[in-house]
């Protein structure tokens, strides 16, 4: 009897555990606009990988991001995960749709995830778990938080969301060879 109690109480109380890939370049996500994100055709780049918001109060935050895509982008791509977690107002894939054109951004936009918790996109626990990516643990403070892959498929780097995108460590990291 106790040992069925314990069990039901261990099922009730944790999640299933989502497959998660060994490798950055295994995984695919919906994109913003139709279609997915094949994390595998940026092999040989960097990947900058940074959950972002659609509330409207973060336009520079984006302009930011834009820019440092512009410069790097033949050695870097910027892929940003909208999410909610951290948002006062939860927005939709449809107000989120306009996006990319208000605040003029051409990197790659995921559709709404979560970045915490048990339910958290398979990505993000690659991001967020040493285990996986044989960096380290972290986890996701606020919006615009960064993840900085190497051209090897390697977590390099984590840029707490403080860091902008102009700060000196961030840009040394991306030119680092």
Excluded at 10 to 32: E, N, Q, T
Excluded at 122 to 142: A, C, G, Q, R
Excluded at 165 to 172: A, R, S
Aim: glycine letters at 4%.
């Amino acid at each position: 009897m106790k040992l069925s109690i314990l069990l039901i109480s261990f099922f009730f109380f944790i999640a299933p555990v989502k497959d998660v890939p060994k490798s950055i370049y295994d995984f695919k996500v919906d994109a913003l606009k139709e279609g997915t994100i094949d994390f595998s055709q940026y092999k040989g780049k960097k990947i900058l990988i940074v959950n972002t918001t659609s509330q409207d109060d973060y336009n520079r935050e984006y302009a930011q991001l834009e820019t440092l895509y512009q410069k790097y982008k033949e050695k870097l791509v910027v892929i940003g995960f909208l999410t909610d977690d951290f948002a006062k107002a939860p927005g939709s894939k449809k107000s989120s749709a306009s996006l990319e054109k208000h605040y003029k951004v051409s990197f790659p936009l995921a559709s709404i995830v979560l970045v915490k918790g048990v339910n958290m996109s398979p990505v993000y626990k690659w991001l967020t778990d040493k285990k996986y990516n044989n960096l380290k643990d972290s986890e996701v403070k606020w919006d615009f938080q960064k993840y900085l892959i190497n051209e090897n498929g390697d977590l390099i780097a984590v840029f707490e969301p403080k860091i902008k995108c102009d700060n000196p460590l961030l840009i040394e990291a991306i030119e680092k060879k």
